[in-house]
């Protein structure tokens, strides 16, 4: 860990390769103490990486930069002053994770910080040519060339912003960029990565997303490819090196949603909080969904897509819709990318995403010519602005790494919307009302089967989930609720396919776990029992309690089934990870907003 100012000593770095990140960046401009806003602005942006952090301020003479490997109370220990400033917290997907690779980054003179959510594809040919011009390079990120690049910039005369505007023309790839000067100047750019402007009179925050600064405020700027902002006393946005203006915004999330609220993890909270946003994911304008049953109407083929859970709500979503009649085919996006070619624009893509800014998903639909309807949360994201129209989920702020709200409101609005196309929305949303209820009484009811299975799974390290028709996505998502949390082996087959194979591992006590839907319920039932003559215990989900089973967690008979089934299974993996020692919120090697490929 590097605290207070910058180590100069470690300006020799050794090449590791691309160092790409996935990472969140916060800035302050305004008369208060900047680090302490950066700080509490960072913790809001930890889901989105946690390797590394670090707040630089604007300290005339020279910047004052404290980071380094860690979350962000663990680097922040020494106090910096001044009243704008940048932060940075950091996932790495390549290259190493240390002190030097840490943002902010600084040039020659440590006049200029900058810290940098992307990754600029061109990086080594700059750095080359910068080295050859005589700058010292302190890391091995692709960050570092922007300060060095601004730095000769403004020694040809250049203001900040003139010299932002010059680097970027010089940038391939996708980025939020902002850089602070010793005097305080704050400028900042984006291509293709998020970021937000909030607007709190005469302070001015950037972020990532809305949720480091709805503390201060909710009116936001979400900025557009190609702006490049100044504050310098009063905000100025340019594109094309042109002004613009940019509508502000009132962002209907509060800060209350985006704090614990007394909960020892944001994953406990939202996990509790499903009774809640399941009735808000039914409040959908009547015209919206009536518009976006248009499109379905008017498809050729209809393509509904999302990665990880969200591609399991994306696949269930499928059947919803097919059980309206229409044929639809699903896939997960990174997959669905290599048959771009065969999406025509008479076709639909149904993109279903929390954060709106998952990179496989937006890779995906700029190779699609077909429109895009996005099913997603996060409000002004990347997702929600470019798709043709948008139906938001209303969860509010999910922080803990793993999805669960937003999951559940995925699945709700993707219901509402069959009941739509079969013209009786007002019968959709009575189900969501009923399985809030439902959500409610499953996590109350079964309280204590749903500690004893954590306890079970504690001293397991495999476990199988199966299930038939929509049984099998919620048997891959609480698979993958387990895996990610308490880090224990879990996969998910469909139940006929169980026996095709992997039975094989099956041997005394291995856990296996059935979702016992009515659609194949003899089979699932006989997939089971095949499981329980070879030694497995048995754990099981559904209506009617089978006693022979070791753990059983029934469900109420209303409301919409999957929603209600997972609710449980997202507890479990919660209270695993947190016997097992881990903490819920940030997995290992995880986080929440993918924006790389
Ligand atoms: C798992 C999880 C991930 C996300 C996936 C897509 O708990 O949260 O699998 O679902 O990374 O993210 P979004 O929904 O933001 O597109």
């Excluded at 008017?298 to 399991?312: P, R, V």
Aim: aromatic share 6%.
């Amino acid at each position: 860990m590097v605290a207070g100012l910058i180590d100069r000593g470690l300006s020799k770095c050794i090449d590791v390769g691309l160092l790409l990140v996935m990472c969140g960046i916060v800035g302050y401009y305004g008369n208060d103490e900047a680090a302490e806003k950066i700080y509490r602005g960072l913790k809001r942006l930890e889901y989105r990486g946690y390797d590394s952090a670090g707040i630089a301020t604007a300290g005339n003479p020279s910047i004052k930069v404290e980071k380094g490997e860690g979350t962000i109370d663990e680097v922040s220990e020494a106090e910096i002053d001044g009243t704008s400033g940048i932060g940075h917290t950091r996932w790495a997907t390549h290259g190493g994770v240390n002190d030097r690779n840490a943002h902010p980054h600084t040039d020659c003179g440590e006049e200029i910080a900058v810290v940098h959510n992307g990754i600029i594809n061109n990086y080594e040919g700059l750095k080359e040519k910068l080295k050859n011009r005589g700058h010292s390079f302190s890391s091995e990120t692709d960050t570092e060339v922007v300060p060095h690049m601004l730095e000769e910039k403004m020694e040809e005369g250049l203001t900040l912003k003139e010299a932002l505007m010059d680097v970027e023309e010089r940038l391939e790839g996708s980025y939020a960029i902002a850089a602070v000067l010793k005097t305080g100047e704050m400028v900042a750019v984006k291509q293709d990565s998020p970021l937000a402007i909030g607007v709190n009179g005469s302070e001015k925050f950037l972020a990532s997303d809305v949720t480091p600064f709805l503390e201060h405020t909710s009116k936001a700027i979400f900025l557009e490819d190609g702006d490049v902002v100044e504050f310098n006393g009063k905000l100025e946005i340019y594109n094309q090196r042109e002004p613009v203006e940019r509508e502000i915004q009132e962002v209907d999330w509060d800060a209350e949603q985006a704090s614990k609220e007394g909960h020892d993890h944001f994953m406990q909270k939202e996990i509790k909080e499903q009774p809640k946003t399941v009735k808000k994911a039914s409040f959908q304008d009547k015209s919206d969904l009536e518009e976006a049953v248009k499109m379905l109407d008017k498809a050729d083929e209809i393509y509904l897509t999302g990665c990880g859970t969200a591609s399991f709500a994306a696949s269930l979503g499928a059947k919803y819709l097919e059980e309206a009649g229409y044929n639809v085919r699903t896939e997960q996006a990174h997959e669905l990318e290599y048959s771009a070619d065969s999406i025509s624009e008479d076709d639909l893509v149904i993109a279903v995403s929390q954060s709106g800014e998952t990179a496989d998903l937006l890779s995906l639909l700029d190779k699609s010519p077909a429109p895009t309807l996005a099913v997603v949360n996060a409000v002004g994201s990347t997702l929600a602005r470019q798709s043709d129209h948008t139906l938001y989920i209303n969860a509010g702020p999910e922080i803990g790494v793993a999805s669960t709200k937003a999951f559940t409101s995925q699945l709700g609005v993707l219901k509402l919307l069959q009941y739509a196309s079969e013209g009786e929305i007002e019968e959709g949303r009575q189900k969501l009302l009923e399985t809030a209820e439902a959500v409610e009484k499953v996590l109350e009811n079964n309280k204590d089967t749903i500690e004893a299975i954590s306890d079970y799974f504690t001293g397991k390290e495999h476990a199988y989930f199966i299930g038939r028709d929509k049984g099998y996505e919620m048997a891959d998502e609480a698979a993958l609720k387990l895996k990610e949390l308490s880090y224990i082996h879990a996969e998910a087959f469909p139940g006929g396919e169980f026996k095709h194979g992997t039975l094989a591992l099956v041997e005394e006590g291995t856990p296996v776990v059935a979702f016992l839907k009515d659609n194949g319920y003899d089979e699932i039932v006989s997939n089971a029992a095949e499981a329980r003559s070879r030694g497995a215990d048995l754990i099981g989900v559904g209506k009617n309690e089978i006693s022979s089973f070791e753990y059983f967690i029934e469900i109420p008979d209303k409301g919409l089934e999957e929603i209600v089934e997972v609710a449980p299974f997202q507890m479990i993996a919660y209270l695993t990870s947190v016997e097992l020692g881990h903490n819920p919120d940030k997995p290992r090697n995880l986080a929440k907003s993918v924006t790389v490929k």
